[in-house]
């Protein structure tokens, strides 16, 4: 729960995180938004959270028990198990009167500390639930932000196979492009009906809309398909998710780029088995790995995504495929085939998808980024976290997970079982190359580096837990012929614990031969574990291995940190 769960929430409250939602799943059989423990303890007594815990859509299942929790905002209604269920529930002594109060005051604390006394003109306009009725047009928009965008959407993608010189492009005289995430939705419009107008709201344009009925009739045991036929997915579905009012899909931004440079292009985004025009320079094959809010993959790969490209890369000599990917996917079928020279895990670009992979093709930006998870080569290899839970036999109502595997997530999971991933956490190649060198670790004089953590609690836990401890420094120098960005990786071996978990990372830009120093700090809870006897942040005494590199494997430089 602390080492890693409650890990984020920590960094958010510490931040200013305003309130916080109480799921829908239970904790040890008691619902989120009814979890004493988890409200009233974890979040506003140990992280000292002053804001209010609002219910997600619908997560309420009880009115006193909720109350009596730490919940302070039913969501969409409180009509159910508040309103006045709530006012008799203070009447008969059933919740005290002070607890109304605290939820009431933690509201309008988060209502002052975000300034909407004065910043907001108009409070509580917007658009209807059904956005085709007339209503007050509102520009949310801010021209200032599209480089912000633009830059995201660079960053978020990963290089992870580069051969034969393929990329970046340099004058092709003809392309050909295939795979049925290349191209835009065939509409990116409301449209007539409820359906067709939420799945534009939630950014499920590009999904089949075939699929969406069945999942919507399956119930709880339907499986949902792993990719989104549609069309380019551009960010996750669900009610956090949109369909943006301006998009620029792969095809719209290479056919562009072709015209410019007068490169014959040729596609073929709907033939299962496509030919390739033999005299074509280069192939790009576009597929994706579709998720969203309630709607789990039922898998990390396709067959059918999988047999477009090893059919393009049977035809051609030098196969890039994109993929855009809500997650890790596995590209074993088609990564070791001769003729695929280029794999890029494009992700979810967003708005600029087409405008930024075109940067990076042709060389205008390079890569930089970098996995945030573990590629295996077999589904099997990520163990019992790839199957669910499902509600069966006694647990039929009340279904389990006892996170047996702790801490070991993900890269801690791989190296503890020895299992070498396709491509491991952290990794991302780019158009240069980087060297490391001179890692110095150095303890630092000041703040309590006794065992324990005393201090007062302030937002995010006690005040020491942020004191640093130690600092890492490591040069970073651009040793290629090409400027770029490089994302050296702090990793810290506790003594008990995972041989690496991060502790830090950096991105640089570099010129040509040039050389930068990166400084990591190493606080008390970056060293800490927690000990579940004493229920405190415990600092060991002892060695502590301290690597950096450029990903969870490539971590050639080495020291050892003592904590005496």
Same mark, same amino acid.
């Given at each position: 729960?602390?080492?890693?769960?409650?890990?984020?929430?920590?960094?958010?409250?510490?931040?200013?995180?305003?309130?916080?939602i109480?799921?829908?799943?239970?904790?040890?059989?008691?619902?989120?938004?009814?979890?004493?423990?988890?409200?009233?303890?974890?979040?506003?007594?140990?992280?000292?959270?002053?804001g209010?815990?609002?219910?997600?859509?619908?997560?309420?299942?009880?009115?006193?028990?909720?109350?009596?929790?730490?919940?302070?905002?039913?969501?969409?209604?409180?009509?159910?198990?508040?309103?006045?269920?709530?006012?008799?529930?203070?009447?008969?002594?059933?919740?005290?009167?002070?607890?109304?109060?605290?939820?009431a005051?933690?509201?309008?604390?988060?209502?002052?500390?975000?300034?909407?006394?004065?910043?907001?003109?108009?409070?509580?306009?917007?658009?209807?639930?059904?956005?085709?009725?007339?209503?007050?047009?509102?520009e949310?928009?801010?021209?200032?932000?599209?480089?912000?965008?633009?830059?995201?959407?660079?960053?978020?993608?990963?290089?992870?196979?580069n051969?034969?010189?393929?990329?970046?492009?340099?004058?092709?005289?003809?392309?050909?492009?295939?795979?049925?995430?290349?191209?835009?939705?065939?509409?990116?419009s409301?449209?007539?009906?409820?359906?067709?107008?939420?799945?534009?709201?939630?950014?499920?344009?590009?999904?089949?809309?075939?699929?969406?009925?069945?999942?919507?009739?399956?119930?709880?045991?339907?499986?949902?398909?792993?990719?989104?036929?549609?069309?380019?997915?551009?960010?996750?579905?669900?009610?956090?998710?949109?369909?943006?009012?301006?998009?620029?899909?792969?095809?719209?931004? %290479? !056919?562009?780029?072709? @015209?410019?440079?007068?490169?014959?292009?040729? +596609?073929?985004?709907?033939?299962? /088995? *496509? &030919?390739?025009?033999?005299?074509?320079?280069t192939?790009?094959?576009?597929?994706?790995?579709?998720?969203?809010?309630?709607?789990?993959?039922?898998?990390?790969?396709?067959?059918?995504?999988?047999?477009?490209?090893?059919?393009?890369?049977?035809?051609?000599?030098?196969?890039?495929?994109?993929?855009?990917?809500?997650?890790?996917?596995?590209?074993?079928?088609?990564?070791?085939?001769?003729?695929?020279?280029?794999?890029?895990?494009?992700?979810?670009?967003?708005?600029?998808?087409?405008?930024?992979?075109?940067?990076?093709?042709?060389?205008?930006?390079?890569?930089?980024?970098? %996995? !945030?998870?573990?590629? @295996?080569?077999?589904?099997?290899?990520?163990? +019992?976290?790839?199957?669910?839970? /499902? *509600? &069966?036999?006694?647990?039929?109502?009340?279904?389990?997970?006892?996170?047996?595997?702790?801490?070991?997530?993900?890269y801690?999971?791989?190296?503890?079982?020895?299992?070498?991933?396709?491509?491991?956490?952290?990794?991302?190649?780019?158009?240069?190359?980087?060297?490391?060198?001179?890692?110095?670790?150095?303890?630092?004089?000041?703040?309590?580096?006794?065992?324990?953590?005393?201090?007062a609690?302030?937002?995010?836990?006690?005040?020491d837990?942020?004191?640093?401890?130690?600092?890492v420094?490591?040069?970073?120098?651009?040793?290629?012929?090409?400027?770029?960005?490089?994302?050296p990786?702090?990793?810290?071996?506790?003594?008990?614990?995972?041989?690496?978990?991060?502790?830090?990372?950096?991105?640089?830009?570099?010129?040509?031969?040039?050389?930068v120093?990166?400084?990591?700090?190493?606080?008390?809870?970056?060293?800490?574990?927690?000990?579940?006897?004493?229920?405190?942040?415990?600092?060991?005494?002892?060695?502590?291995?301290?690597?950096?590199?450029?990903?969870?494997?490539?971590?050639?430089?080495?020291?050892?940190?003592?904590?005496?």
């Amino acid at each position: 729960m602390h080492e890693v769960y409650l890990w984020p929430f920590q960094d958010g409250v510490r931040a200013g995180a305003g309130n916080v939602i109480c799921s829908y799943q239970r904790i040890n059989n008691s619902y989120g938004c009814a979890n004493s423990k988890t409200l009233n303890g974890l979040l506003k007594t140990e992280l000292g959270f002053q804001g209010f815990v609002m219910s997600d859509w619908g997560a309420q299942h009880a009115g006193v028990a909720t109350a009596l929790a730490g919940m302070d905002m039913a969501m969409p209604s409180g009509d159910g198990f508040w309103g006045d269920h709530l006012v008799k529930a203070v009447k008969n002594g059933s919740v005290p009167e002070s607890r109304v109060t605290d939820m009431a005051t933690r509201i309008l604390t988060t209502w002052y500390q975000f300034g909407q006394d004065a910043i907001f003109d108009k409070p509580g306009i917007g658009m209807p639930l059904d956005v085709r009725q007339p209503h007050e047009a509102i520009e949310g928009r801010d021209h200032k932000d599209g480089p912000v965008l633009l830059d995201g959407a660079i960053e978020g993608h990963v290089l992870v196979k580069n051969t034969k010189n393929t990329l970046p492009l340099r004058s092709p005289r003809m392309l050909s492009l295939f795979g049925y995430s290349a191209r835009s939705a065939d509409s990116l419009s409301p449209g007539p009906g409820d359906l067709l107008i939420n799945l534009w709201r939630f950014g499920l344009t590009s999904v089949s809309l075939s699929d969406v009925l069945s999942s919507l009739l399956g119930g709880q045991q339907t499986r949902y398909p792993n990719i989104a036929v549609n069309g380019t997915i551009m960010g996750g579905g669900g009610s956090g998710a949109g369909t943006p009012a301006v998009f620029v899909a792969p095809y719209d931004a %290479l !056919s562009t780029r072709a @015209a410019q440079d007068d490169t014959a292009i040729f +596609h073929d985004f709907g033939m299962p /088995e *496509p &030919a390739v025009v033999p005299s074509t320079d280069t192939c790009i094959v576009f597929g994706n790995a579709w998720a969203s809010e309630g709607y789990d993959r039922p898998g990390l790969y396709d067959n059918f995504t999988d047999s477009i490209v090893k059919t393009v890369a049977d035809q051609c000599n030098k196969t890039v495929v994109v993929l855009h990917n809500a997650g890790p996917r596995i590209v074993e079928s088609f990564v070791n085939h001769p003729n695929v020279t280029a794999i890029i895990f494009a992700h979810l670009p967003g708005r600029d998808s087409g405008t930024s992979l075109v940067k990076l093709l042709y060389g205008e930006a390079g890569f930089s980024g970098k %996995l !945030s998870y573990t590629v @295996a080569k077999k589904e099997s290899d990520y163990g +019992h976290l790839l199957s669910p839970d /499902e *509600p &069966a036999g006694k647990f039929q109502k009340f279904p389990q997970s006892n996170f047996t595997e702790g801490v070991y997530l993900d890269y801690k999971y791989f190296e503890m079982h020895n299992i070498t991933p396709r491509y491991e956490f952290g990794f991302g190649l780019s158009y240069t190359t980087f060297g490391l060198a001179n890692l110095v670790v150095q303890h630092v004089n000041g703040g309590n580096s006794g065992e324990w953590a005393e201090g007062a609690v302030i937002p995010g836990g006690r005040a020491d837990l942020f004191d640093n401890i130690a600092t890492v420094t490591v040069d970073v120098t651009n040793t290629g012929n090409m400027p770029g960005a490089e994302v050296p990786q702090l990793y810290v071996g506790i003594p008990g614990g995972p041989a690496k978990q991060l502790r830090g990372f950096e991105k640089r830009f570099l010129a040509p031969g040039t050389t930068v120093p990166v400084e990591f700090p190493l606080t008390r809870r970056d060293l800490s574990v927690w000990n579940t006897t004493a229920q405190k942040w415990w600092l060991q005494r002892g060695e502590y291995n301290i690597y950096v590199g450029t990903s969870s494997r490539d971590v050639p430089l080495r020291g050892i940190l003592t904590i005496d």
